[in-house]
């Protein structure tokens, strides 16, 4: 009789292991892409970059730090800068995006956007939102906007306000330092800030579906010794939706590059 209640304690406690492993479903492995230079571009390595998009054959590039902020549109082949706006001081310049024929930008840490003409970089006007600005993208409906944060904000485009925001996750923890941001075939793209990865971002959810991997993208030759070294890190996507090229830079890097994905190893 001992031995039956010992057997049925078991095959009992082995049902109920299994119910509840039924409940805890494995974490889904994150794909991780590689990549390949397809082109090699000059880049301003005095440029602390903060923004990057592409527009009609052009670089359009935002420049960070008091007293050394700029907006620019820069020659892809060659890096030269063909219109330059200084940012004022104090403001500490950070990222931009363009919205039908308004160039948008954010600064740091004093909750001041700037709204400039996007042919001549007049200044137009100006608006504010709450916690510090990182950086921009849009996916032709909405503004996409970042904060150092997890969460991803989305804004009206003509008022400036924010109409929904996510968490980035990623197996369920969160993202933190959500940095420069690129809208890429349905998906946000966003570099981690101090890291050599790029997140790919379900815009829906804030899931991320995989992790793109630029370990060793800039030569170590390339870098600047400290202190301004400490700073130059990736930072910087741009996407050209016609020709499907994507380029990727970083804070004071001497180079830019166009890359192509190539699929990697999973990781948990």
């Excluded at 996750?169 to 349905?186: D, F, K, P, Q, S």
Aim: proline share 5%.
């Amino acid at each position: 009789m001992c031995t039956l209640k010992l057997t049925m304690r078991l095959v009992l406690f082995a049902a109920v292991l299994a119910i509840s492993m039924l409940g805890c479903p494995a974490q889904t492995a994150i794909p991780v892409y590689s990549y390949k230079v397809v082109h090699v571009f000059p880049h301003d390595g005095a440029a602390f970059t903060e923004g990057l998009f592409y527009r009609n054959g052009f670089l359009y590039e935002s420049t960070g730090l008091p007293g050394r902020s700029s907006i620019r549109k820069v020659r892809l082949e060659t890096g030269e800068v063909v219109q330059q706006l200084t940012v004022p001081e104090p403001y500490f310049g950070e990222g931009v995006v363009a919205w039908k024929n308004r160039l948008i930008e954010l600064t740091y840490t004093t909750q001041l956007g700037f709204i400039y003409d996007l042919d001549t970089f007049a200044l137009q006007g100006t608006f504010h939102y709450p916690g510090q600005g990182w950086s921009m993208t849009q996916d032709g409906k909405q503004i996409i906007m970042d904060d150092g944060t997890p969460d991803i904000r989305f804004w009206d485009p003509k008022s400036l306000k924010e109409v929904n925001r996510i968490r980035v996750t990623a197996n369920g923890e969160a993202v933190e330092n959500l940095n420069e941001l690129e809208w890429v075939n349905g998906e946000i793209y966003a570099n981690i800030w101090h890291t050599d990865r790029i997140a790919r971002i379900n815009p829906a959810n804030g899931k991320v579906l995989g992790w793109i991997d630029l370990t060793g993208l800039l030569p170590k030759a390339d870098f600047l010794p400290e202190p301004d070294g400490s700073e130059q890190v990736l930072n910087g996507i741009a996407y050209d939706s016609k020709r499907d090229r994507l380029f990727v830079t970083g804070k004071y890097w001497p180079k830019l590059f166009e890359i192509r994905l190539q699929r990697g190893s999973d990781i948990r």
